[in-house]
């Protein structure tokens, strides 16, 4: 099945009670039951939903995945990846990558016996030089949160499969449009499907897929015994979002590559961090991993302050300086007081991540505005 048929039809049905083609919003807490244990597959709703039940069904197929498992957020999703683990155990993860995670990481897990090593993935031999008896998993994001450095996903998945470690691998700045880990050899792909699945920012959720039914079972016990589930309403809005996905991301990839092109001939702007360029580092691997090279950018300017970047970000019309990514409408922010304040400013700037580091999440609206908002506000 193609992605544009997969997207609307697959892991979803009508409902077979009325024939509805919108899975119904399965709006209760709990399910009548014939007897004790006699029920027809859903007796709480933390433990099973039917709306979410659809919903994990439809992510496991966007990403050629067996079992998808849903969360109230993307950081929750992480997180319960993270609770497979146990005090002793290390962890190998990007060094560029999602400020969130890294506090998650270093804040929550770190204390509770977790090791973690944050390393340059863009070169796989750094992953190697990495590895000790105690590596349980290796985990990356790319294209990575901001700098949009590329990593080889087939060249860690074999480093990972060697080491006898999980590989797993935050796809959300990609989404399942435009990179499949599972088929690249990874055992775990997480989305913040807050982002471009959901597509309208209006919701706000995580999920984890996989085709291991051990790891799956896993999870699916963690989901119900800790807690982290979207509610029905949730579920919903990401079942819609993913039936567009495949014509918005199309849309987002056309006017992040005119943005793209246009800020690199921009006087103010110093460098343009864009996996697009056939000059940007590993641009060979994402062509060979990516159908497309998305909407999301980043951009240094000349004037290497925060200042300087302030002034552009509280000049833009169109663009809302805001947190997130993925929306139908175009965002602005600055990942160094946003998106990755919780990363020490030395760590920050000895991975490339400057004062005047902007990052864009590029929408769907015309290319021309978008262009002029950005133009007018570096003037």
Not at 305 to 322: E, G, P, R
Request: proline share 5%.
């Amino acid at each position: 099945m193609k992605p544009a048929t997969k997207f609307i039809h697959a892991g979803v049905h009508p409902d077979p009670s009325t024939g509805a083609i919108m899975t119904p919003i399965y709006q209760t807490s709990t399910f009548v039951q014939e007897g004790p244990g006699k029920h027809k597959g859903y007796e709480y709703a933390r433990t099973q939903n039917p709306t979410r039940t659809q919903l994990q069904d439809a992510l496991a197929a966007a990403e050629n995945g067996k079992y998808g498992i849903s969360f109230g957020s993307g950081l929750a999703a992480t997180d319960t990846l993270l609770k497979l683990f146990k005090p002793g155990d290390e962890i190998i993860c990007t060094n560029d990558l999602y400020g969130g995670t890294y506090r998650l990481m270093k804040k929550i897990w770190e204390p509770f016996g977790l090791k973690f090593h944050f390393i340059d993935m863009s070169n796989a031999d750094n992953i190697t030089a990495a590895l000790t008896p105690a590596t349980k998993m290796i985990w990356l994001e790319t294209p990575t949160n901001p700098l949009m450095r590329i990593i080889d996903i087939s060249a860690c998945a074999e480093i990972a499969g060697n080491a006898n470690a999980m590989l797993a691998v935050d796809n959300t700045f990609a989404s399942p449009f435009l990179q499949n880990p599972l088929d690249l050899g990874a055992d775990v792909v997480m989305h913040s499907a807050t982002k471009y699945i959901g597509g309208h920012s209006d919701v706000v959720h995580g999920c984890l897929i996989t085709n291991n039914k051990e790891v799956a079972d896993q999870l699916y016990f963690l989901q119900n015994a800790c807690g982290a589930v979207p509610g029905p309403q949730d579920c919903f809005l990401l079942l819609r979002g993913l039936k567009t996905l495949h014509v918005r991301m199309q849309r987002h990839c056309e006017n992040g590559e005119k943005i793209a092109h246009f800020l690199r001939q921009h006087p103010k702007v110093a460098k343009v961090h864009w996996c697009g360029f056939q000059d940007h580092p590993n641009h060979h691997i994402a062509k060979t991993q990516m159908k497309d090279f998305g909407g999301m950018m980043s951009f240094e300017l000349k004037d290497d302050t925060v200042t300087a970047a302030n002034k552009v970000l509280s000049s833009t019309h169109i663009f809302a300086c805001a947190e997130s990514l993925g929306g139908v409408e175009s965002l602005i922010g600055h990942p160094a007081s946003m998106t990755h304040a919780s990363i020490p400013r030395e760590e920050r700037i000895a991975n490339g991540l400057t004062d005047s580091l902007i990052r864009l999440s590029v929408g769907i609206e015309d290319a021309e505005d978008l262009i002029g908002d950005l133009n007018q506000a570096l003037g």
